[in-house]
């Protein structure tokens, strides 16, 4: 019988975030497929209780606690410490936890400590054969895997976007505190230093993704480079829609070739074959050439349109839902005018 660990931290307001409900819906969905197992939580933070009252109407058969400032931020060694604490205090065999950075850093360390073993960015779940298994991507996105293991405790980071968030009824927790001896720390969080709305124009929870291609940077029909022009409409597009701004890989790799670039853009904002596979609702490809780096990166986007002077590009033709025959320069211009009246 299995008994299954959802492990989530608070963020900083107490709250549980979006990928950490992602991944209760997804634990919940495991633990009906596998009939008698347990199923308890897991929390990380200050004070945990506001985020087990959130939840409380998740069905658990146990909440399970660790509190402290000290557990407030993240760190690898009192978050490690925290973890393998409730895995332990819960016998857990499945620990499923949302693939964050700060999980994403910390886990594999938990499972090495615990005789475990631990598979990152789990897109699928099932039960068949009597046990547990996990569907994940590799090779760039290009294969699929189904997989099982039967060593335990299994550790599974779900990938954000995958599973829709738990949306149950609050009630009131009965968090069972448990105790974790502090290691000893070397490092002290001040503070966070973070980067204005304004100038954040990487949106993972964003609706909207718009890419940008290499075209925004070649000459026009006027003979010359628009590049001024190219920044204040891809710039006032992000800021209008509050979407989230990626770009092809030849339009990033133009600063090391000595060509002029879009100043705002670097090698975070790539999408593709090699860079990001983001999951957005919509997708908007803008001067965007190629058909491999497209088809990867785009794959878990839900509806992709694109704008494109060449009908017949690779990208365009059965790979994009619509497709817009058209100059994104005037495009986008029209399109940020509409906005600025609404």
Known sequence: MEKILYLAHTEADGSLGKAALETLSAALELAGQLAGGEFAVGLIGADVQAAADR???????????????????????????????????AEATLVLAPATSRFARTLPGVSQRLGGRIDTQVTGLQAANGGPWVERWYYRQRMAATLTRSQR?????????????????????DVKAVEVEQ?????????????????????????????????????????????????????????????????????VDQAGEGQRVLPFMSHLHQVGQTGATPRH???????????????????????????????????????????????????????????KQS
């Open 183 to 251: 290691p000893p720390t070397r490092t002290r969080v001040i503070g966070i230093e973070a980067a204005s709305s304004d100038a954040q124009t990487i949106r993972p929870d964003a609706d909207l993704l718009l890419v940008a291609g290499a075209g925004w940077t070649k000459k026009q029909p006027d003979g010359q480079s628009h590049l001024e022009e190219a920044e204040q409409s891809i710039l006032g597009f992000i800021e209008a829609t509050q979407s989230s701004l990626g770009s092809s890989k030849s339009l």
């Open 153 to 173: 405790p299994w550790f599974l980071l779900i990938a954000a976007g995958t599973f829709a968030p738990w949306d149950g009824g609050a009630g009131s927790a």
């Open 55 to 89: 939840i409380a109407g998740c069905g658990a058969g146990a909440f399970l606690g660790v509190n402290g400032d000290e557990f407030s931020v993240s760190r690898y060694s009192t978050d490690a410490a925290a973890a393998a604490a409730l895995v332990r205090e």
């Open 281 to 339: 609702r919509k997708g908007l490809a803008t001067c965007c050439h190629g058909e491999e780096p497209h088809v990867v990166g785009w794959r878990f986007i839900g509806e992709r349109r694109a704008i494109n002077l060449d009908a017949g590009c690779g990208w365009a033709q059965g790979k994009a839902d619509v497709v817009y025959v058209a100059d994104a320069f005037e495009v986008m211009e029209r399109v940020n005018a509409l906005l």
